[in-house]
């Protein structure tokens, strides 16, 4: 029996995309040989990227003007690679300190050039974020630098700030395409695609064009995002089962309504968990502002530590696996990804409810 899977990354995939995959491993659509044998510079490949592409296009509605692309080297590659390219000499960029992940983006820019700490949620343990209608960049920023969902803390930004002429840049890695978002807002967005999209191994590239006339030009080939783009991402060998396989769930995802079908869906899912928390008097708590609440990585606690160790025992045994909170902040966390079905939501849920009644 499949487990219901609340991992943070890598996590579920959707179980039809798995068995096309099974399906077509060993022989591509009668081709006769496996998309992961087959050269990156050939037709098989590009027709398959190609597609890929577009349906990426598409359901995010990118405008013209932006280039899309994969690379490899995880999210945490991207940390570097930005500062390296946007933060120029003699020049600073603006970072939004919301959790561990903007936090290590915002550590490794400073080791590279100066860094302007915009807001830092240090103060309130990263429960809060700070009001977008209200934040503007500093004067002459490179950019403005904020992680869209916080996957450890489960803070995630409902809305985002005008920057005006100054770039504003976001890692979504952990709900792109759990929403529709207004991509022109943004000179880059990106994302390890393991928590939303599929398996591990690429990150998605989508930046506007004119970026790269702000760019250092002296740089390593790979770190060098022109590079990349001139190539659609085929500079070098690009992660081939990453991106086939995120094919396939950009197609489950126009089958199930493109982003506002993920958007509902993931109201509904965290609604029940929230829920459940909310109406628990006290035995369940959400540390999290719940205006910034993530829809997608619900962060909770119980009364007590070994209550929490008792919960992911139990858990375990109903077959529900990944509700282990990260390892540097404890207690509990359930990620509710795109392909998650809604009714192991509601399941959890149910077991939440159990559970409560059970210790409370
Ligand atoms: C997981 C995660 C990362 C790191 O991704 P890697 O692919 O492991 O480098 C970065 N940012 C966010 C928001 C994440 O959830």
Redesign the pocket.
Known sequence: MRKLNFAA?PSIMPMEVLEELQKNLVDYHGKGLSMIEASHRGGMFEEMYDECLADFRSIFSIPDGYDVYFLGG????QFTMIPMNFLLKGGHADYTRTGS?SNKAADDAAKLGNVNILFDGKESGYTTLPDPKALRPSEGADYLYL?S???IGGIEWQEFPDTGEVPLIA?M??DMLSRPVDVSKFAMIY??V??NLGP?GA?FIIMRHDMLERRNPDLTAYMDYAKHAKDKGLYNTPPVFSIWAVGLVLKWIKRNGGAEGMLQNAIEKSGYIYDVIDSSSGFYRSPVDPRYRSRMNVVFRCPTEELEAKFLAEAQKEGMIGLKGHRSVGGLRASLYNALPMEDAASLAMFMKEFERRNG
């Open positions: 990354g995880g999210a945490t590659l992940w992680c969902n916080e996957t890692d890695s952990s994302g390890g393991q928590k591990a990150v």
